[in-house]
């Protein structure tokens, strides 16, 4: 921890001359914001990564502090991350369990003269569907037909009964039909066209994007003028950034660069997020095939040594898998027991691989570490196999990894099966724990008329992956840290990991 203290700190003065010629930043600054005097000028928003793309239909969801600004969710989204009728969407109802209809605001067009009508809407979740490389398609397979009878209204049909229908589309951004299908999605990337608050102003490739305000915007206008976004996946480089008044907010900071920036007299917003570290044991070959070893493994791992050890509490220690909401709690858990993991171990010879995505997550080098070491003192022997992130994603979904993988939960729309789906099914993206009764489970769960009805099932599907086949162990939740100048107000940013520039001023 002291290390990678005094680490940070040393980086701070090389890494401004060094990021600052990256990414054509200047620390002198107008002369309000050497004085701190408010404006409405643009926002400078420094982010942890480069968008890999500006299309929503085919792009992680890193990229939706940018595509955000430009591009508007179907539906809008309360405190409590319920749906409601604010947004492009305004009111629906389930006509029968396999029907929906849904309103249409009027008036409503894209930046380009489109109109963001009922048809727009139904081909943005149909392109959600039927996009081959789609980053919802899994999501979407029970929907049997999207169409609009007429300007304002949306009959969506699904296969089987499907509760959470408009829970998923809080995560479908309306794109306009005819743009997108003539610039295809390397030309939308390339020049997004939206209805939301802000339009595409420049594009530096490689350094920086900006956006201005839409003049024709129907919504409440924001109180800036833009977001001028850069990004350096250093924490270090993003404080120091920070601190030479480059920029006005910089995002995903460490704790340590956080307790930093606190110290310079910076302003630091820290929030518990539904972004939840897990381990997945992959139970279709060896050595997690066998059961008693996944449980000894499951067992051997102390999530609250993680938090407590590693984060100094900086970090949210969490048992479930699904459940979603910060405060949210599971119904049974695993509770770490290092004397029954080597019991169960019994002096076997056993190599664990675990795979993890280095430099992607805070301390995640530090936190393989101690779980490699957890399982060596139950005696497994361990294989650490770090890798960038695309290809440990690539390895996942193509099922090229045995014993350990982590990487981080992101749900995108807060309600369990986001995770159930897309983890614990025998077709979903980690595939590492096939079983005929959790696909039942899954499906049983979307069936029943609304969430409070899927609960039980969901509290029954998690103690089945948690703590019967023991093939998830779900560690903690990230906290997110970003700092502000002093005299920067109104940046937002949710447990969902949703950004709001709209009310921002400096």
Known sequence: MIKNRLGARRLVAVAAALTMAGLGLTACGSDSEKSGASSNAPIRALLNAQPTTLDPIVGPRSGQPVWGTMLEPLINTDAKFDPENTGVITDWKRDDPTTWTFTVREGISFSNGEKADAAAVANSILLNRDTEAGILKSYFGNVASVEAP??????????????????????????????????????????????????????????????????????????????????????????????????????????????????AGLEVTSTETAVKLVAFLYAPTAPFNDPKLREAAALAIDRNAIVDGIFDGHAKADAGLLNIVPGSEPGESVTADPAKAKELVGGTSVTVPISYPAGQYTNIEEVAQAIGGSLEKA?????????????????????????????AGVPNVAVPDFFASGFMKTVSITGNCPDPKADALVQ??????????????????????????????????????????KNVSGVQYDALGAYDFTKATR
């Open 444 to 485: 049983k769960a979307l069936e029943q008329d609304d969430a409070a009805a899927a609960a039980p099932v969901y509290d029954e599907l998690n103690t089945l992956g948690v703590v019967d086949n023991h093939c998830f162990v779900p560690l903690y939740r990230q906290i997110f840290n970003y700092g502000t100048q």
């Open 379 to 407: 005696g497994f022997k361990v294989k650490y196999n770090p890798l960038d992130y695309g290809t440990l994603v690539k390895q996942v979904v193509g099922r090229q990894l045995n014993g350990i993988y982590m990487f």
């Open 150 to 263: 007429d300007a304002t209204t949306v009959v969506l049909k699904t296969k089987t009964p499907q509760y959470n229908i408009p829970n998923l589309l809080t995560n479908v951004f309306l794109l306009p039909p005819a743009y997108y299908k003539e610039k295809g999605s390397e030309g939308f990337a390339a020049a997004p066209v939206g209805t939301g608050p802000y339009v595409l102003d420049k594009v530096q490739a490689g350094r920086s994007i900006s956006v201005k305000l839409n003049p024709d915007y129907w919504g409440e206008k924001p109180k800036n003028t833009g977001v001028d976004f850069s990004w350096s996946n250093e924490p270090s480089q993003r404080l120091a950034l920070l601190q030479s008044k480059s920029v006005d907010v910089a995002f995903d900071l460490s704790y340590t660069q956080a307790a930093d920036a606190k110290k």
